[in-house]
């Protein structure tokens, strides 16, 4: 038997307090002073609306970067942004494709590579075009192995500004995983000393 609101004489509602969502990235953005902070709003900032979220993140937090998984948010993130006269990096977890490409230039987008077609993609489309580049260390979803990440390196006029990884294991803090995937990241950042 399902229920339905409306015979029940209520109607659900959510009430988004979007100074909270910048207290909240204040509050984390203060606990690593040394690091930047970037807020991930893919998927209309998880249903909560990316345009009033980006907004809010960006003139009240000064958020100075943002991760979606399209380009076509990634091209919305960019509009917010660009209405407030700010300057944000917008990274695109999928990365490109043969038919986004003209999306990531026209709106200014840096792709996150997560395969050497993708790499080998952008380096030829963009040389030299900043790009963060995914390496996996155990998420196993997304990222280039890391057996392959020299091969990658060597693709001409490939300029990764960003090195990342996803560890499987975030959510518990003592697995013993994480110390493993964090090693294996540690040992990649030499291979791009001065790459955040």
């Known amino acids: 038997m399902s ?4 015979t029940l004489g209520y109607r659900p509602s959510v009430e988004i307090d979007l100074d909270r969502l910048v207290g909240n990235f204040q509050r984390l953005a203060a606990r690593h002073p040394d690091a930047e902070p970037a807020a991930v709003v893919k998927c209309n900032a998880y249903g909560l609306g990316i345009s009033p979220c980006t ?3 960006a003139a009240k937090a000064n958020c100075p970067t943002f991760f979606v998984a399209h380009p076509e948010e990634g091209a919305a993130v960019k509009s917010v942004v660009r209405e407030l006269d700010i300057d944000a ?3 695109v977890l999928n990365g490109p494709s ?6 990531f230039n026209e709106a ?18 963009f040389p030299d075009a900043a790009a963060a580049l995914h390496v996996d260390v155990g998420m196993n979803r997304l990222g ?15 300029a990764p500004t ?14 013993a995983i994480n110390e493993a995937q964090l090693k294996k990241f540690g040992l990649l950042t030499q291979k ?4 955040p």
């Open 55 to 57: 907004r809010a993140l």
């Open 192 to 195: 791009l000393p001065g790459v």
């Open 89 to 91: 990096r917008v990274f």
């Open 144 to 158: 280039v192995p890391t057996q392959d990440v020299d091969e990658l390196l060597q693709i001409p006029s490939l």
């Open 98 to 103: 043969t038919n986004s490409l003209e999306i």
């Open 3 to 6: 229920s339905n609101p409306q």
């Open 162 to 175: 960003l090195l990342m990884a996803h560890l499987s294991h975030a959510g518990t803090p003592e697995d």
């Open 108 to 125: 200014g987008l840096l792709p996150v590579l997560n395969s050497r077609d993708q790499a080998t993609l952008w380096a030829q489309a």
